[in-house]
């Protein structure tokens, strides 16, 4: 059978992953740390300290205000309302947002999606505050004064979150991702071993942080499903580093006078055909999501094309070489140079 | 491995049909459905809210306000228990504030004798432990308070009860797909598939009623329907329970909050179906005074002022319970005690989250992500069949089978289908080859070691299994966590997403295995095309 396949990778790779992680890890503590700043103030466009003697409350709340600007946060997190509008002819946003701008309830956000939908309606989303326990009222006059600047409106989506119902929200967002990664770091511990639940978790963090970072940079909406994309892109970044984990279980037990380097070494190439060619299935069902899946899935698909980027990448330059940092059995090997002839001889 | 014994293969086939019978429901049009024979499954799955359009509300209730009422009855509690005490026990009348009540005695010496008449006041009527703690001080002080555990209990209990409420009111005869559900201890999601104006909902949930008992005047002849005598109105029938109007006093004599306890019964002499009721001791004393004076008039009993029932009082009833005798059946019977116990809101009720979606709007996100769907899945075939050749076409029948399994599994265990549930089905497509790219890689390994291809197969499966069980476990966990985290459209991911993992873990090892197997018996190659 002749069949022209297409090998991505070459049969055997001998990429020193170890050697490069030094430099892989510069990297990746820049953009971490790219990243807190981002979300500290407001995507580079604030001043921190400025945002916090200016809010109120007690500390912590002025600290949940620095970091409230450092995204762009969905009613889902800070409370308020949504409207989704859909028009037959194309929406002027500057205009909606100058006949609610004597309404006098602070921000109102207005923004249009580009171009005729499926539908073959025009749809603008309109966000804004509605502070107080009956939120009704609001509403209803939004509408009215929308329906005057946009004839033949439709209010295709209406969702109001409370701000106690949003803070509930991100705080038990949080307390998932926490708990994920605390979960994959039993697992790993369990089934591997201490040092690899170690490396696991830093790649854990490495992910996440990331994609928030990346969020908060680019000021995309956050939202709820973006922390179930965050939740997925953990459980997807932990799926590639167990692969790499299990090779190299194997042949720790199988090379036993290798140093850990090469060891990893080793298993990352072995494994390195499979995790390309997963990535980049898993990458061509996130960019379809991102490319036709519709306005409401964008922003999660976004999540999950970077997340499974960024996972590959973690899982090959951060979580196995981060095992080298704790001491294990063998510690970094003296013979660096000979340690390719020694994969030759086992075979 | 390569062995292939019969009943693998039948496993692998009925499993296959199972999931082309289980998903077919989801894929034909309503026509269609409806010819399926009634021995086939032909449920599509559930479309979320964002998918079919509707309202969802969730709604909180107002614990302070209960817990005042609570607070209040403890209050009157402390000062009976203290008064009948026998013989009785001075002290000032007992104080509510801020959650707790207060008395002081008058002899600090009569405290033990005090405390253990407050004791049954304390113990938990369903058992357990006590509901209500008390401190005493040497000077005779006693303060008593409930215990956490006793309000979240009355919480949830007013949560159920406004279910009840709820739901005969948006529902009365109980034929829409009203979903109303407590969630935690004192909160109520309201899920209205096809409501897209969440304000008449709203006003239905949220306005208050309250049952009384008023009295049908005698002596008064109705002339005009359209003016009734001054000081009366005509209340027409309760929807789905009530049979008849009536024309009532407007000022009730008694209110719902009396009512203790309400249960169908039967009349120990003429075997006729009733409703027994029992009354608290204010309502008894009132109630007795009310029959007495007014034996062989009708009253009436309303709930938002119209007509549950209108009986007459056939004597006084002074024994704080009573039955009311009426035109029942069993049905009717029971669907008015449920009303009497429900009565009114127990307490107010705040919208605190709404969100609604417009039909259109859902059908637009169907088509988008079926389009989605579709896309990544020509993606990922082409992908593999470039890959892999003959074996990446063995791990794409493998997928239709999964996807076959994960649609079947959610349609007929009643999972809902969101917009993100979609993306992770979408999702699924790209990981669910995770667990036959493992295993193709393995063989090729294998085989570029110098292995036989019948070693490289069976090696290749043998090995890759322990890291798709532990690489699948992790995503299965972390699903896991998004369905604790997660409501409504998020839940629908999590749905998707860890039925996918565990389907596409027996369809990559299980499906593609029987597949290869048969393939390896029927060419016999010498080296594998991989």
């Known amino acids: 059978m002749a069949w022209p396949l297409i090998k991505l990778m070459p049969e055997k790779t001998n990429f020193k992953f170890v050697r490069f992680a030094f430099f892989a890890a510069f990297l990746s503590i820049v953009a971490v740390t790219g990243s807190f700043v981002s979300m500290f103030t407001g995507g580079f466009r604030d001043n921190p300290i400025e945002v916090f003697q200016h809010a109120q409350g007690d500390p912590l709340a002025r600290l949940g205000a620095v970091m409230g600007r450092g995204f762009n946060l969905g ?46 309606l025009f749809h603008t989303m309109v966000q804004f505050q509605t502070p107080g326990n009956n939120p009704n009222a609001v509403i209803e006059s939004v509408k009215q004064h929308v329906q005057t600047v946009v004839p033949g409106v439709q209010f295709s989506r209406v969702e109001a979150v409370s701000g106690k119902v949003s803070e509930e929200l991100f705080g038990n967002g949080l307390i998932a991702l926490g708990l994920a990664i605390l979960l994959m770091l ?162 | 491995m390569l062995q292939l014994p019969r009943w693998r293969v039948i496993l692998v086939i009925v499993v296959a049909i199972f999931a082309a019978f289980t998903t077919a429901p989801n894929l034909l049009p309503p026509s269609a459905r409806a010819m399926i024979p009634p021995f086939l499954p032909h449920s599509p799955m559930n479309l979320g809210l964002d998918l079919q359009g509707g309202s969802h509300l969730l709604l909180e209730i107002d614990t302070s306000g209960l817990e005042r009422g609570q607070v209040d009855s403890l209050r009157q509690q402390v000062g009976s228990a203290l008064r009948e005490a026998q013989p009785q026990i001075l002290r000032s009348a007992p104080t509510a504030a801020g959650g707790v009540v207060t008395t002081k005695l008058n002899n600090p010496a009569d405290l033990q004798r005090a405390m253990q008449a407050l004791r049954p006041i304390a113990r938990n009527p369903d058992g357990g432990d006590d509901l209500i703690t008390f401190t005493s001080q040497p000077d005779g002080t006693i303060t008593a308070r409930y215990t956490p555990v006793a309000l979240q209990q009355s919480a949830r209990r007013a949560a159920d009860q406004s279910i009840k409420v709820i739901r005969s009111r948006i529902d009365p005869n109980g034929t ?199 896309y990544a899945s020509i993606a990922v075939v082409v992908f593999m069949a470039l890959a892999y050749g003959l074996f990446g076409l063995m791990a794409i029948l493998a997928l239709i089978v ?13 999972a809902t289908l969101t917009l993100p549930g979609i993306a992770g089905l979408v999702l699924t497509i790209g990981m669910a080859v995770d667990a036959n790219v493992l295993i193709y890689e393995r063989m090729r390994e294998e085989q570029r070691h110098g292995r036989s291809a019948a070693m490289s197969i069976d090696a290749g499966f043998a090995r890759a299994m322990v890291t798709i069980i532990d690489s699948h476990l992790t995503q299965f ?29 027996i369809t990559a090892t299980f499906v593609t295995q029987t597949l290869v197997a048969i393939w390896f018996r029927l060419t016999r190659p010498k080296h594998l095309p991989i």
């Open chain 2, 176 to 374: 829409s797909e009203v979903s109303i559900v407590r969630q935690g201890d004192d909160r109520i999601v309201v899920q209205a598939p096809g409501v897209s104006d969440p304000e008449e909902l709203k006003q239905r949930i949220g306005k208050t009623a309250l049952m009384t008992f008023n009295l049908v005047p005698t002596n008064v002849q109705i002339t005009d329907p359209s003016r009734p005598p001054p000081g009366t109105f005509i209340a027409g029938p309760y929807p789905g329970v009530g049979n008849t109007a009536a024309l009532v006093e407007s000022h009730p004599q008694f209110t719902g909050e009396h009512l203790t306890r309400a249960r169908v019964s039967t009349d120990g002499q003429t075997g006729q179906i009733v409703i027994a009721f029992q009354l608290d001791a204010t309502g008894t004393r009132l109630f007795c005074r009310i029959s007495r004076e007014h034996t062989g008039d009708q009253f009436a009993i309303l709930l938002d002022n119209q007509v549950l029932t209108a009986p007459r009082i056939n004597e006084p009833i002074c024994g704080g319970s009573g039955q009311i005798s009426g035109s029942f059946d069993a049905k009717s019977a029971s669907d008015l005690v449920l009303m009497l116990n429900a009565g009114a809101l127990p307490a107010p009720l705040t919208v605190i989250e709404q969100r609604t979606v417009d039909a259109t709007l859902g059908r637009d996100a169907i088509e988008s992500g079926s389009k989605a769907t579709i």
């Open chain 1, 75 to 120: 009613i889902d997190f800070r409370g308020g309302t949504l409207l989704e509008i859909t028009a037959p002819q194309s929406i002027d946003g500057g205009a909606i947002k100058h006949a609610l701008s004597g309404l006098n309830f602070g921000d109102v956000e207005v923004q249009g999606v580009s171009g005729r939908q499926a539908d073959g």
């Open chain 1, 186 to 347: 039993i697992y790993i511990a369990f089934r591997f071993e201490f040092q690899f639940g170690m490396g696991a978790v830093f790649a854990l963090f490495h992910d996440t942080i990331l994609t928030l970072g990346l969020f908060s940079v680019l000021r995309l909406e956050f939202t709820l499903t973006i922390i179930a994309a965050l939740l997925t892109i953990i459980g997807y970044s932990m799926n590639d580093t167990v692969v790499v984990f299990d090779r190299l279980r194997e042949n720790l037990k199988k090379y036993k006078r290798m140093s850990l380097a090469d060891v990893i070494d080793l298993s990352t190439n072995e494994t390195l055909s499979r995790t390309m060619i997963t990535s980049l299935t898993a990458l061509l069902s996130a960019i379809a999501l991102w490319t036709v899946g519709g306005e409401t899935l964008r922003g999660f698909a976004i999540a999950m094309t970077f997340g499974i980027v960024i996972g590959t990448y973690s899982s090959i330059y951060v979580a196995a070489p981060a095992i080298l940092l704790w001491h294990s059995r063998r510690g970094r090997g003296p013979n660096q140079e000979t340690a390719p002839a020694v994969v030759e001889g086992a075979r």
């Open chain 2, 402 to 414: 999964n996807m076959g399994m994960i649609i079947g599994a959610m349609s007929i265990g009643g």
């Open chain 2, 477 to 505: 966990l972390a699903a896991l966590i998004l369905f604790q985290f997660g409501e409504g459209p998020v839940k629908g991911f999590a749905w998707t997403l860890s039925i996918g993992c565990i389907t596409s873990v």
